[in-house]
């Protein structure tokens, strides 16, 4: 059985939650970080230098941090390759496209999630959030021609690429924040609410990351 620390609300967490839900492996999870504490642990700390979640540790003792690398390695020792296609050609497409939305979607959107939703409105920087905001909307937008081509970001199945990417959708969508039209978008994002491990490990209530007045 795998076990996973971390809190169910960090974005890194539930991208390893649902690699975990879609390959349908048993699994615990320990809340660690943000309300939970736990960082300085022993027991954690003994796991990572950097005292960061995700953490995951397989049932032979190996542990890994690093919410890439634990998803990458989950896809690849799951022996249908659910989620890493076996053809190699696929596979280097569906990697590349992953690391491409970990670089040009996740960086500007988490910034832009801290600076509007985990700050206070008195104390937002309006000029960071404006340009967060534009670097967010141009990744969607290179997106959107994809995904009009094609169900999936790597081509015609799902992959780890929509697990780096499609993580951040529930976020982009619930905050009160202008989204542009994106219909290719839009139609993916939905697709990906009807699947039960996106609900399940994704969908998850982050009212208690905002900060009180």
Request: aromatic fraction near 10%; hydrophobic fraction near 50%; charged fraction near 20%.
């Amino acid at each position: 059985m795998l076990t996973v620390w971390g809190r169910a609300t960090s974005s890194n967490v539930q991208k390893v939650m649902w690699a975990v839900g879609e390959l349908g492996l048993p699994h615990r999870r320990h809340d660690v970080g943000g309300v939970h504490g736990g960082l300085d642990a022993p027991d954690f700390a003994a796991r990572t230098p950097h005292r960061l979640v995700p953490v995951v540790e397989w049932p032979d003792g190996t542990v890994m941090w690093e919410s890439n690398a634990i998803v990458r390695r989950l896809a690849l020792l799951d022996p249908d390759r659910r989620l890493w296609p076996a053809d190699a050609a696929a596979g280097a497409a569906a990697d590349m496209w992953a690391e491409w939305a970990h670089h040009a979607l996740q960086r500007p959107l988490i910034a832009l999630f801290w600076a509007f939703v985990r700050t206070r409105p008195a104390e937002r920087d309006a000029a960071l959030i404006a340009a967060l905001h534009r670097e967010t909307v141009a990744a969607l937008r290179a997106a959107e021609p994809i995904l009009a081509a094609r169900p999936f970001l790597a081509g015609d199945r799902f992959t780890i690429a929509d697990i780096n990417f499609g993580h951040l959708l529930f976020r982009y969508h619930t905050m009160a924040i202008e989204r542009p039209p994106l219909p290719a978008l839009a139609q993916y994002y939905e697709g990906l609410t009807r699947r039960p491990a996106y609900r399940a490990h994704v969908m998850v209530d982050y009212s208690s990351l905002v900060p009180t007045p």
